[in-house]
Nanobody, 132 residues
Framework: QKQVVETGGGLAQSGGSLRLSCAASGFNLNTYDIGWFRQAPGKEREGLSCLNWVDGRTDYTDSVKGRFTISKDIAKNTGYLQMNSLESIDTAVYYC?????????????????????????WGQGTMVTVSS
């Protein structure tokens, strides 16, 4: 069974950092794109970032560009989202997704990452709360 499990969420102060992990099982991340999105209470889902497994290309939505960094460790079969300079508006549940089709997860439109709906693997999310 293919699954990803997010960890690393919690409480951070404004200006602080957190690193989210996305541990994959049942498949190898070396041939999968990974992506991150979030959903704040009462708000729509927001695509954040993607990593293409073929060419290593990364995409970010404007609101997190320069603050968040997506990566993956093939040896650990784990993806990451390093989040720096956190702000209260970053409070949300963060989700990891994975798909074997290169470039399929994200599309950048006018600086915003649009997340494809039909993806192979979805995580259950981890809560991030940023206090001001």
């Amino acid at each position: 069974q293919k699954q990803v499990v997010e960890t690393g969420g919690g409480l951070a102060q404004s200006g602080g950092s957190l690193r989210l992990s996305c541990a994959a099982s049942g498949f190898n991340l070396n041939t999968y794109d990974i992506g991150w999105f979030r959903q704040a209470p009462g708000k729509e889902r927001e695509g954040l970032s993607c990593l293409n497994w073929v060419d290593g290309r990364t995409d970010y939505t404007d609101s997190v560009k320069g603050r968040f960094t997506i990566s993956k460790d093939i040896a650990k079969n784990t993806g990451y989202l390093q989040m720096n300079s956190l702000e209260s508006i970053d409070t949300a549940v963060y989700y990891c997704v994975a798909d074997p089709r290169p470039g399929w997860i994200c599309e950048v439109v006018n600086g915003n990452v649009r997340l494809e709906k039909h993806l192979e693997v979805w995580g259950q999310g981890t809560m991030v709360t940023v206090s001001s």
